[in-house]
């Protein structure tokens, strides 16, 4: 037998063969298809990166410790910033500087901002449209607190879970003034918005609340 005769069989039992072998992988990839090698596994795939997602929620009910009532509650007696009658002019002010506080991450000890859970008005519950003061899940759920929260007290628990820091002095400018911006710029429009469409809260967009319980 000539050399050329042996090679073009060797060709052709090689051709034979791979057939057979694709043969075999598709009737396997048919019957199991999760035999089939994962596209995700692949070294530079960025599917296969560390999803962000996964980091620990500050808002999920399982994320740290018992919040203290006493500790959002306005105590009674406690003096407020600028007691008494504010101008246009000093609440405008305080709706603008509260507007940056809201955008804030040094505020928190966990380096998110107020933003970070609620960049747009979508990311709201639509609790939220509810006249304060009234229930508020999240204070049930961390510090079995059942009762109506203010808009202001809802604030300082969120810097004091969400945000991992501390709440303000109740006296503070900043107090008033991340309590005005989302009087007027957050919750005024939200509950505006719910009461000419109440459909919109169940329909306000595909994004879903990364705090959300």
């Known amino acids: 037998m000539s050399l050329k005769t042996i090679l073009g069989t060797a060709m052709l039992m090689l051709l034979v063969s791979t057939g057979q072998a694709q043969e075999r992988t598709l009737l396997m990839a048919s019957n199991n298809p999760c035999s089939m090698k994962n596209p995700c596994s692949m070294k530079h795939n960025p599917c296969s990166?560390?999803?962000p997602c996964s980091m620990?929620?500050?808002?999920?009910?399982?994320?740290?410790?018992?919040?203290?009532?006493?500790?959002?509650?306005?105590?009674?007696?406690s003096k407020r910033y600028k007691?008494?009658?504010?101008?246009?002019?000093?609440?405008?002010?305080?709706?603008?500087?509260?507007?940056k506080l809201f955008n804030d991450p040094s505020l928190s000890g966990n380096g998110i901002s107020c933003s970070s859970c609620h960049a747009?008005?979508?990311?709201?519950?639509?609790?939220?449209?509810?006249?304060?003061?009234?229930?508020?899940?999240?204070?049930?759920?961390?510090s079995r607190y059942q009762k109506p929260v203010e808009l202001e007290e809802f604030v300082q628990f969120c810097m004091l879970k969400p945000m991992a820091s501390k709440a303000f002095p109740w006296k503070?400018?900043?107090?008033?003034?991340?309590?005005?911006?989302?009087e007027e710029k957050k919750h005024k429009p939200f509950m505006q918005m719910a009461m000419a469409n109440?459909?919109?809260?169940?329909?306000?967009?595909?994004m879903k609340n990364p705090c959300a319980m």
């Open 83 to 99: 007691h008494g009658h504010i101008s246009k002019r000093t609440q405008k002010k305080l709706v603008q500087y509260g507007k």
């Open 172 to 182: 503070s400018k900043e107090l008033a003034a991340l309590t005005a911006y989302m």
């Open 49 to 51: 990166m560390k999803n």
């Open 198 to 206: 109440p459909c919109a809260l169940k329909h306000r967009g595909a």
């Open 56 to 77: 620990k929620n500050p808002c999920a009910s399982n994320s740290g410790q018992f919040i203290d009532p006493a500790d959002y509650i306005r105590p009674v007696g």
């Open 120 to 142: 747009t008005d979508h990311l709201f519950k639509a609790s939220f449209a509810t006249p304060y003061p009234h229930k508020v899940q999240m204070t049930a759920d961390f």
